[in-house]
């Protein structure tokens, strides 16, 4: 990304007034009638990371994974969440998916995680529903009773990431994750 400044002659290097930002491709972007020029992290076949303006920061930009939450204490499967604008991607008629997350998940007193690497594709054919092709985990845990894990599946059409605690314990999840789509 380049950006270009103007600069009131004689006045030293200070900043001036935003012209225009461009991008890897796509040519030069001007700023609205507010003087705002709007930067989204995604495209409609790749999400990556999400862009975080700084409200304590002035004029500060952060690029930050894909991340999700959600807490169990039971041994049933959830949808980890993720926050809105942030989703986990739909798998459109047509189309293959790959998502692939990082996950970390421990006991609220952390004398137990569990985490590691997890991916799956799914795809949907022109007509009817997702099809979860397959997922792999790769999991490290130390959990001295039962089995906390995670995976990749399928919620109706959307690709996602589901966790698994243990019941009558806390467990807090964590994942940052990419997605494409072809």
């Keep these: 990304m380049s950006q270009i400044q103007s600069f009131i002659s004689g006045t030293g290097p200070t900043p001036g007034t935003l012209l225009t930002l461009t991008g890897d491709s796509g040519g030069a972007v001007a700023p609205d009638g507010a003087g705002n020029i709007d930067i989204f992290s995604t495209s409609a076949s790749v999400g990556f990371a999400e862009i975080i303006g700084s409200p304590i920061i002035p004029n500060t930009l952060f690029i930050g994974p894909l991340t999700g939450a959600a807490t169990t204490n039971d041994n049933v499967f959830t949808f980890i969440n993720v926050a809105l604008p942030i989703t986990f991607p739909t798998v459109i008629a047509s189309s293959a998916y790959v998502l692939s997350a990082n996950v970390i998940g421990s006991r609220d007193d952390f004398s137990a995680s569990c985490g590691g690497f997890c991916t799956g594709v799914a795809r949907r054919e022109a007509v009817g529903n ?41 467990w807090n999840w964590t994942c940052t994750f990419t997605y494409q789509r072809q």
Aim: aromatic residues 4%; proline residues 5%.
């Design 130 to 170: 997702a099809v979860l092709v397959g997922e792999n985990t790769l999991a490290s845990k130390d959990s001295p009773v039962g089995t906390p894990t995670f995976k990749v599946d399928l919620d109706g059409n959307v690709l996602g990431v589901f966790v698994q605690g243990l019941a009558g314990q806390t």
